[in-house]
């Protein structure tokens, strides 16, 4: 079955504590990207990658980072968090048809 | 930069009234537009989208939405709601040709339905 499969789906850490949330696609795409998901502000994109080695910044890419060492894997990297990266977020991959989105990460940084 | 206007932040209709969502895009270019859903505590699932062709697109559980490109507008629509519509409607966009397939999304409307 084609799919984004993001894990965890729930995370609880402490401010300042690394983290990575991994996101992986068995779809061969080369486009993936990061949203975090707020009320009232719908999805903003995190981060984005158009291949391997190639990630390029989204719309609120502060206090994070990513890498795509290989097609399928782009992990989410918060060095540091903190509590305004409380948030629910989604990765997704796109190929010609459209996009494809993982479950979802609900993160809480206390 | 392409941006998303979602009109309504919370609908609330009685079941079986008609659904209308607003959605305005500003990007002067080909655009790929997408309605998505999210049911409580649930991931974004594809109600509809539009590449080209007929305007009046047609999409799972009853829902469609018509491209105008005169007004930058893609409006979703079902003639009768039922209670298992309520969830949160995501318009995004696409701006095809532009060299990304960055997805920009609208804030959302919140749909409660009322039995």
């Known amino acids: 079955e084609a799919q984004v499969t993001q894990n965890p789906r729930y995370l609880i850490t402490v401010t300042g504590k690394k983290l990575t949330v991994t996101c992986s696609q068995n779809?061969?795409?080369?486009?993936m990207s990061w949203y975090r998901q707020d009320p009232g502000l719908g999805l903003r994109q995190i981060y984005y990658?158009?291949?391997?080695?190639?990630?390029d910044k989204g719309d609120v890419p502060e206090g994070y980072k990513v890498s795509r060492k290989e097609k399928r894997n782009f992990p989410l990297i918060l060095e540091s968090p903190s509590p305004n990266q409380t948030s629910l977020y989604f990765c997704?991959?796109?190929?010609?048809?459209?996009?494809?989105f993982g479950s979802g990460t609900r993160l809480t940084v206390v | 930069a392409q941006s998303v206007s979602q009109h309504n932040h919370h609908v609330i209709l009685s079941e079986a009234a008609s659904l209308e969502l607003g959605c305005n895009y500003s990007?002067?270019?080909?655009?790929?537009l997408f309605w998505y859903v999210q049911y409580p505590g649930q991931h974004l699932q594809l109600l509809l989208k539009?590449?080209?062709?007929?305007?009046l697109v047609k999409g799972i559980k009853g829902f469609e939405a018509e491209f105008i490109k005169s007004k930058f507008s893609f409006n979703l629509r079902k003639p009768s709601v039922q209670w298992s519509d309520t969830a949160e409607y995501f318009c995004?966009?696409?701006?095809?040709?532009?060299?990304?397939?960055?997805?920009?999304f609208g804030k959302g409307t919140k749909l409660s339905v009322i039995p």
């Open positions: 990658s158009m291949n391997v080695e190639v990630t």
């Open positions: 995004a966009v696409n701006a095809d040709g532009a060299g990304s397939y960055q997805l920009t």
């Open positions: 779809m061969n795409h080369e486009y």
């Open positions: 539009y590449f080209s062709g007929d305007p």
């Open positions: 990007y002067g270019g080909t655009v790929n």
């Open positions: 997704a991959s796109r190929s010609g048809f459209g996009y494809t």
